[in-house]
């Protein structure tokens, strides 16, 4: 009996563990997916440390097992990818964005055949 509870109990912690970022954080960014808001992030790079972006999200997307946002940064004037485990906030706007033409989804999900740091460049 003591042997499975622990398993269930390590299992649990290990779902936890794998979660870094809030629920809430999901509906949020797929509301400004969905209605196109333009939104503030404070986004904690291992390279930048902490940096605020006005960003225009597109999609959420799994590279590398790690769910990221993929959004035009208009501090780089380019699209970028971050990893929704170092979102620190998001603050939507009111304000909207029109659609870009040349976003295309697949540019930015996992391919064992893509090499991604030719495609577009992750915010570490």
């Keep these: 009996m003591n042997g499975h509870s622990n ?9 936890r563990k794998q979660m870094h970022y809030s629920p809430n954080l999901l509906s949020t960014l797929n509301n400004a997916i969905d209605n196109r808001k333009i939104a503030t992030i404070e986004y904690d790079s291992r390279e930048k440390g902490v940096t605020m972006r006005e960003i225009e999200p597109m999609a959420i997307v799994y590279k590398e097992r790690k769910r990221h946002l993929v959004a035009w940064c208009k501090l780089r004037n380019d699209y970028r990818a971050f990893r929704l485990d170092r979102l620190n906030c998001i603050k939507l ?4 964005f029109s659609r870009r033409q040349d976003f295309k989804i697949d540019d930015f999900q996992d391919d ?13």
């Design 7 to 15: 398993y269930s109990n390590t299992r649990t912690a290990v779902q």
């Design 112 to 124: 064992p055949n893509a090499s991604y740091e030719e495609e577009f460049e992750e915010e570490a």
């Design 93 to 96: 706007k009111q304000e909207e």
